[in-house]
T-cell receptor
Framework: KAGVTQTPRYLIKTRGQQVTLSCSPI?????VSWYQQTPGQGLQFLFE???????NKGNFPGRFSGRQFSNSRSEMNVSTLELGDSALYLC?????????????FGPGTRLTVL | EDQVTQSPEALRLQEGESSSLNCSYTVSGLRGLFWYRQDPGKGPEFLFT???AGEEKEKERLKATLTKKESFLHITAPKPEDSATYLCAVGGGADGLTFGKGTHLIIQP
């Protein structure tokens, strides 16, 4: 069974631009979560989607948004990029509720903001 | 607010030298404790899920245990390929998984 895939793997943007990242979950998984990983803060929860509905959202500004499609694929968008948004963005999928079901992570998208 | 603290931050061992990594947590209602391994430039790789105090799980040279306040990841006779960052996370309320900062483990030949 194929794992979680994320595209693109690497991205370079400049301040003020916006970016869209994509995630395809493991087949049959209905929940997708997004995390930001930086050396200083570690892994921080962004948001979680289950059956196309955002179930939870972490403590990030409104510039960070996401959505989930009927096939469970998910996208996250960051508008008005800032230098501090440079990070590894990780997507994880799980069969059911992420806080109880094991989440399986993709390889991540490395975003660099110049 | 859920909190996870991992110790030590870094650990260097000789090949074959067993040790344990610690994960202390505070959560309003534990719904799962998760261990992951992460190699540089890659996403976290799932290792174990524990749900209740007293539970133990094993996989090759790794064994995870859980109490009401902490979890341990025991590494027996490690090999250089066990070198990685080991992450602990808890599932509790409405904030997804809360991760610790990880333990950076180096196994020297």
């Amino acid at each position: 069974k194929a794992g979680v895939t994320q595209t693109p793997r690497y991205l370079i943007k400049t301040r003020g631009q916006q970016v869209t990242l994509s995630c395809s979950p493991i087949s049959g998984h209905r929940s997708v979560s997004w995390y930001q990983q930086t050396p200083g803060q570690g892994l921080q929860f962004l948001f979680e989607y289950f059956s196309e509905t955002q179930r939870n959202k972490g403590n990030f500004p409104g510039r960070f948004s996401g959505r989930q499609f009927s096939n469970s694929r998910s996208e996250m968008n960051v508008s008005t990029l800032e230098l501090g948004d440079s990070a590894l963005y990780l997507c994880a999928s799980s069969p059911g509720q992420p806080s109880t079901d094991t989440q399986y992570f993709g390889p991540g998208t490395r975003l660099t903001v110049l | 607010e859920d909190q996870v603290t991992q110790s030590p931050e870094a650990l260097r061992l000789q090949e074959g030298e067993s040790s344990s990594l610690n994960c202390s947590y505070t959560v309003s209602g534990l719904r799962g404790l998760f261990w992951y391994r992460q190699d540089p430039g890659k996403g976290p790789e799932f290792l174990f899920t524990l749900y209740s105090a007293g539970e133990e799980k094993e996989k090759e040279r790794l064994k995870a245990t859980l109490t009401k306040k902490e979890s341990f990841l025991h590494i027996t006779a490690p090999k250089p390929e066990d070198s990685a960052t080991y992450l602990c996370a808890v599932g509790g309320g409405a904030d997804g998984l809360t991760f610790g900062k990880g333990t950076h483990l180096i196994i020297q030949p």
